[in-house]
């Protein structure tokens, strides 16, 4: 079992619609998660960390369930600008007890295509 | 303020040859961590350094190893290449004890023939 798995899509979506992204994770003591966005042959870059009691950045709401290890992100009115790789990412160092030592574990990624 | 920044951009080896990747961190970071991003998947860690040493590794051989500056820039090295050593080499900087937000940088776009 890989220890974060997505969805790999595509998810093919009209401008103005919602979507949301899932992803589940292995390791229950885990800590730290997050979203990436990538642009095609582009670097990650950080969308938005994700805490238990949900968070929201504009048009994006991101969810952690620990009870059954699921995070999600939600995207509202899509724009065509929305067109990427959504990486989710977990950091599972905080688990051992011992500093963040920065280990990002990503998943597969999921495409997303926004339509005009 | 110069964000991390990677070189080469692209690089062309054959098999058995030996590659070296750069990375400087982003002004005011001091920990680098490397991944190797194959076609169509996520990130993988390869390792991480801190104070001139490797902190933490992931399941990568031998093969793979590399170096932390005194300035906190980086090499990563691949001995031995393999076909599936093909791919984007992305470097990260961040802070210890900052967090754990890391900064990638555009990568580095590996092709082993």
């Known amino acids: 079992r890989k220890e974060v798995e997505q969805d790999p899509g595509p998810f093919n979506v009209p401008e103005g619609a919602t979507v949301a992204f899932n992803c589940t994770y292995s390791n229950s003591a885990s800590q730290s998660f997050f979203w990436y966005r990538q642009d095609c042959r582009k670097e990650p870059k950080l969308l938005m960390s994700v805490y238990s009691s949900g968070n929201e950045d504009g048009r994006f709401t991101a969810q952690l369930n620990r009870a059954s290890q699921y995070i999600s992100l939600l995207i509202r009115d899509s724009k065509l600008s929305d067109s990427a790789t959504y990486l989710c990412?977990?950091?599972?160092?905080?688990?051992?007890?011992?500093?963040?030592?920065?280990?990002?574990?990503f998943g597969q990624g999921t495409t997303l295509q926004v339509k005009p | 303020d110069a964000g991390v920044t990677q070189s080469p951009t692209h690089l062309i080896k054959t098999r058995g040859q030996q590659v070296t990747l750069r990375c400087s961190p982003k002004?005011?970071?001091?920990?680098v961590s490397w991944y190797q991003q194959a076609l169509g998947q996520g990130p993988q860690f390869i390792f991480q350094?801190?104070?001139?040493?490797?902190?933490q590794r992931g399941n990568f051989p031998d093969r793979f190893s590399g170096h932390q500056f005194p300035n906190y820039s980086s090499e990563l090295n691949v001995n031995a290449l393999l076909l599936g050593d093909s791919a984007l080499y992305l470097c990260?900087?961040?802070?210890?004890?900052?967090?754990?937000?890391?900064?990638f940088g555009p990568g580095t776009r590996l092709t082993v023939l």
């Open positions: 990412v977990v950091n599972p160092s905080w688990a051992s007890g011992s500093s963040n030592t920065g280990k990002l574990i």
């Open positions: 990260a900087s961040s802070t210890t004890g900052g967090g754990d937000t890391q900064y």
């Open positions: 350094y801190y104070e001139e040493e490797e902190r």
């Open positions: 002004s005011g970071h001091d920990t």
